[in-house]
């Protein structure tokens, strides 16, 4: 099954320099004030980058793990629901991780405030390729 999405739609043609398939760069920072969409436009990215790689796993970072569940977490679910992908994902609230039911792959989320939570990060399939950092 093959599922297509305008992402300059969903994203907004603000971020066309942005689109992670345009981009040749091995890291990116995105800036601007608040409600730019430079968060909302990462959880269609990761979500993306999950489903596109079998291999892939994703590591999301905040500087306070109690601030996860509002910002990042909150937004990749948004965005899971919005279009309908939630069906393929499993959703765990303790310890924040979002799981591809397809192939095992995860998205995980750890605060930077608890060093030791971050030490073995190993994911069940495949490699982690890819850290947010969200301020």
């Not at 591809?100 to 030791?116: A, H, L, N, V, W």
């Amino acid at each position: 099954m093959s599922i297509v999405f305008d992402t300059a739609k969903l994203i907004g043609y603000q971020y066309a320099d942005f689109y992670w398939l345009n981009c040749p760069c091995r890291y990116r920072i995105l800036y601007g004030a608040r409600n730019t969409g430079k968060s909302y436009s990462c959880g269609y990215e990761i979500i993306d980058k999950i489903m596109s790689d079998p291999m892939r796993n994703i590591v999301c970072f905040r500087n306070s793990y109690t601030d996860i569940k509002d910002t990042i977490f909150s937004n990749i679910k948004s965005k899971l629901m919005k279009t309908g992908l939630f069906v393929f994902f499993k959703i765990k609230h303790a310890p924040m991780e979002i799981i591809y039911r397809k192939t095992g792959q995860s998205i995980r989320f750890k605060g930077c405030d608890e060093p030791t939570n971050v030490a073995s990060l190993e994911p069940e399939v495949g490699i982690n390729t890819d850290y947010y950092f969200e301020e």
